[in-house]
């Protein structure tokens, strides 16, 4: 055998051990590096959909600052308040004040004329922006869509970026096929010192410029394994994934998969949550959508006690309405949990955090953007100082998607096309 073959079988070698290598002419790794050993935790962003909107009296926090009561909708909040900073008086300029036009604002910040405008999701350009510090620069999420045409996350062309809707394949595809409570275990062990004496073998018959070609993308991965090994069993568990024993049977669109059964909703969301918590204790992501259900929501929540669509409740407003908005609520409620259950550093996987919720209008019968139902949470390491509500007199939205960017560590001071005063919300961030 060649050397050059020798080599190829040995970059094939350790690309089936999960440490595949590009070649020795470059020395870009093409896996992330994990900062699950570093000192100081990364920072994450999660970016939250529910649809139709809300009545206001029914959603924005009464009073300011730390001394304010939540009104039904958002009550489900009460008990984790002091990580939450609830927004009013914030609008969606532009066009487009519709349901579709919501949707294309909220996460670009530009127009909202339909297949016109549309510039990049904040989602997907934060994700491009560690793409290489990430397995997967985005983790894009869609729990349990009727219509899969509405999506909120746009390319850097301003295409729109379909979501995963099956939980079990978003989870394979990160973790792969035997992903279990030995996750961490697993990838502790050592390709390299597997493959010791091929190693020196293929090492003597090289040249000098590529010994070090091939001494430099090594030290590399000795640096990958440093850092697992340094790991403790809690830093990044495969925790008991998937508990109900949720199964998809049905894998085609047309056959109605199990994971668009909405019986099954919230056994579903609970899934989908539990992939993003996974992901971004674990470094695989820096940055997660999730999408509840799509705009313009003929889901029947049951779990709400309601037996009205959400936009058919959107409409009509009362209790029904108020019953589905609280479902959602909860629903945020409890993700906020999954994430301050998580040890990092010196504080949690939520401090490091922040999330992002909001939806495609502001009153639902209205269909306007004015006065929407934006919601912050986590972050405190970034300084989002939760307990507060914030009243504005009609700030952009754009200055939200400033704040999470400048939260993220990237230094931009707009974002989008639809506000006339760059520079983040003010008082949001410390």
């Known amino acids: ?11 094939k070698g350790l690309g089936a051990a999960g440490l595949g290598a590009a070649g020795l002419g470059g020395l870009t790794l093409p896996f992330a590096r994990t900062v699950m050993a570093d000192a100081t935790p990364v920072r994450r962003a999660i970016f939250v959909f529910i649809p139709d909107g809300m009545e206001y009296q029914h959603w924005h926090a009464q009073g300011t600052g730390t001394n304010f009561t939540l009104p039904r909708m958002t009550q489900p909040l009460e008990r984790v308040r002091e990580h939450c900073v609830f927004l009013s008086g914030v ?24 297949f016109q405008d549309k510039k990049v999701s904040l989602d997907y350009y934060l994700g491009e922006w560690f793409r290489n510090q990430s397995v997967r620069p985005h983790l894009n999420l869609g729990i349990v869509p009727i219509y899969r045409d509405k999506p909120i996350t ?15 394949a978003a989870f394979t595809s990160l973790f792969g096929e035997e992903a279990n409570n030995n996750f961490v275990e697993q990838r502790r062990l050592s390709a390299l010192d597997a493959s010791l004496q091929e190693l020196n073998a293929l090492r003597a018959q090289l040249g000098t410029a590529e010994k070090i070609k091939l001494d430099m993308h090594l030290e590399s991965l000795r640096e990958m394994e440093r850092k697992l090994a340094s790991t403790t069993a809690g830093s990044c568990p495969a925790w008991n994934f998937n508990p109900t024993g949720f199964q998809v049977t049905r894998t085609e669109i047309w ?3 199990e994971y668009l059964d909405t019986n099954q909703l919230g056994v579903i969301s609970d899934l989908h949550m539990d992939v993003a918590v996974h992901a971004l204790a674990c470094n695989l992501t820096r940055v997660a ?37 609280a479902w959602y609520t909860e629903k945020l409620a409890q993700l906020i949990e999954r994430l301050r259950s998580v040890p990092e550093g010196n504080g949690t996987l939520l401090d490091n955090t922040v999330i992002f919720l909001g939806s495609d209008l502001a009153n639902g019968s209205w269909h306007n953007h004015d ?7 986590g972050g405190a390491a970034g300084g989002l100082v939760g ?25 931009i001071n ?17």
């Open 255 to 257: 056959r109605n998969p």
């Open 91 to 114: 609008n969606m300029f532009g066009p487009g004040s519709t349901h579709e036009g919501g949707i294309a604002k909220l996460l670009t910040g530009a127009a909202g004329r339909v």
């Open 1 to 11: 055998m060649t050397v050059s073959a020798k080599r190829r079988a040995f970059l």
């Open 414 to 430: 707009q974002f989008g096309t639809e506000d006339s005063t760059p520079g983040p919300l003010p008082g949001l961030l410390a």
């Open 154 to 168: 746009y390319d850097l062309n301003g295409v729109p970026v379909m979501p995963e809707m099956n939980p079990l």
């Open 371 to 377: 006065n929407m139902p934006f919601i912050l949470a």
């Open 387 to 411: 307990g507060r509500s914030l009243q504005y007199n009609n700030a952009a939205h754009n200055k939200i998607l400033v704040s999470i960017a400048q939260f993220m560590g990237v230094n």
């Open 289 to 325: 959508t999730l999408v509840w259900n799509n705009s313009v929501n003929d889901v029947v929540i049951k779990d709400a006690g309601s037996y009205k669509t959400c936009h058919q409740a959107s409409h009509e407003g009362g209790e029904d309405f108020i019953k589905i908005k």
